[in-house]
């Protein structure tokens, strides 16, 4: 009786908390509404060093704030460079753990047996080197949170791995046999499609449930422009600050910033106005002067690079996933029905390779591409094989199998 009771006033409790957020989020959409009818520009929006105006990053800052207060895992999935570990930071600030420790890895960085120690530690002696105990990141990160960036990347042998400790909240250290318990928030990023990965049996649909709780999808750049100026202003405040100059744009330099799409988001934004601002003549940046206007940009070459496939990897411009398992195909009937064409997007993916034996597919994307060609998209990933194979719509392994045909040697950066 009692019990049932407290479940009734727990049910209603979330009900009132679920109407009050529901009522804030109309109150300011009405208010914004109405400044957008008198002309009046919406205040810009700042929570952790996220700043915009803009409804959609607007919206975004109100779901963060609804979920933060929870222990629930959260998603955050958008292109590269939308500023996914600035968010799942805001999360953790936001959140009762904010006390706590935030500890980030980069699965996409580490192979997996390096992935593996670095998430659970390792014990004195457990392989050559382990000179010492070391604890993972999921100790360090107890009672707090820890950001697995990058985590479509995993294999799925480690995917099983993480998926134990995920529901359990206990996992052994590589060469040890004490069960470790601890309590971590878990926050994850992707900029691939994991319901494609999961129908393709690349990515396992149980650990897929378990970190998509709530996935958050952050805007492209593309789809904020009103916050391209603030943005960039606060880039330029940055830049003056370190490096004790009193650079400023001109105005016919603001507007040519603004009318870019930036493909890599705000971390081409933050490119662009750095190499503007040391390069420039003066302390005024003209509209010249800018990337876009020599023909330099960044992400243009590489675009040019892929002819015409995405340089952002993963996710295409102007996509957004459906948190949605699709189920993989039936096997081939005899009439197959026509596909109907999908819409395309301001960046085009690229295409998906038929399916062959693997080796022939190694040997085929690597004879694809020049050795130059290949050393310039690694030094733009920073010498990551998994981000540069992203960026060529290629695998980690078809990298690796070209760096070693081509005889590139690998530079650690």
């Known amino acids: 009786m009692v019990a049932s009771l407290l479940e009734q006033a727990l049910r209603f409790r979330q009900r009132v908390a679920r109407d009050r957020d529901r009522a804030l989020e109309d109150t300011r959409r009405m208010l914004q509404s109405v400044s957008e009818q008198r002309g009046v520009a919406p205040a810009p929006v700042s929570i952790d060093g996220i700043i915009g105006a803009s409804p959609a990053i607007t919206e975004v800052i109100a779901q963060l704030k609804r979920v933060a207060g929870t222990r629930t895992p959260v998603l955050l999935r958008g292109e590269s460079g939308t500023g996914k570990e600035l968010f799942a930071r805001a999360v953790h600030s936001q959140s009762p753990r904010a006390k706590g420790p935030f500890i980030r890895v980069n699965c996409a960085a580490l192979s997996e047996n390096l992935l593996e120690s670095e998430l659970f530690g390792h014990e004195k002696g457990a392989f050559t080197g382990a000179n010492a105990l070391k604890k993972g990141r999921f100790e ?14 995993i294999s799925p042998a480690f995917q099983t791995k993480l998926l134990r400790v995920l529901q359990e909240g206990e996992f052994e250290r590589v060469g040890g046999m004490h069960t470790i318990k601890v309590d971590v928030r878990i926050v994850a990023a992707t900029n691939r499609d994991l319901e494609d990965a999961v129908a393709r049996g ?25 916050d391209i100026k603030p943005l960039a202003q606060l880039f330029l405040d940055r830049f003056n600050t370190l490096n004790g100059t009193s650079v400023r744009f001109a105005a016919d330099a603001f507007e040519e910033i603004c009318r870019c799409k930036f493909p890599g988001n705000v971390r081409e934004l933050e490119n662009c106005v750095n190499r503007a601002a ?21 992400s243009s070459e590489l ?35 026509q596909p109907q064409p999908a819409p395309e997007p301001a960046f085009p993916a690229a295409p998906l390779a038929a399916a062959e034996p693997e080796d022939a597919m190694l040997r085929r994307k690597s004879a694809n591409i ?13 010498w990551v094989q998994a981000k ?6 290629m695998t980690p392994r ?3 199998y070209a760096l070693q045909k081509l005889e590139i040697p690998i530079r650690r950066i």
């Open 140 to 153: 360090l990160a107890d009672r707090g949170t820890l950001f697995l960036d990058e985590i479509g990347e």
């Open 202 to 226: 690349q990515f396992r649909a149980d650990l897929y449930f378990r970190i998509c709780v709530v996935p958050i999808v952050l805007p492209p750049l593309r789809n904020r422009k009103s």
């Open 278 to 298: 040391a390069l420039s003549d003066g302390e005024i940046v003209l509209a010249d002067e800018l990337a876009c206007r020599q023909g330099s940009c960044l």
């Open 303 to 337: 675009f040019r690079l892929q002819e015409g496939a995405s340089p952002i990897g993963g996710l295409a411009a102007g996509h957004l996933v459906t948190p949605s398992v699709r189920l993989p195909a039936s096997p081939p009937q005899t009439a197959a029905p």
């Open 370 to 382: 020049t050795r130059d060609e290949l050393i310039h998209v690694m030094e733009s990933a920073g």
């Open 388 to 393: 540069a194979a992203r960026l060529l719509g």
């Open 398 to 400: 078809q990298i690796a």
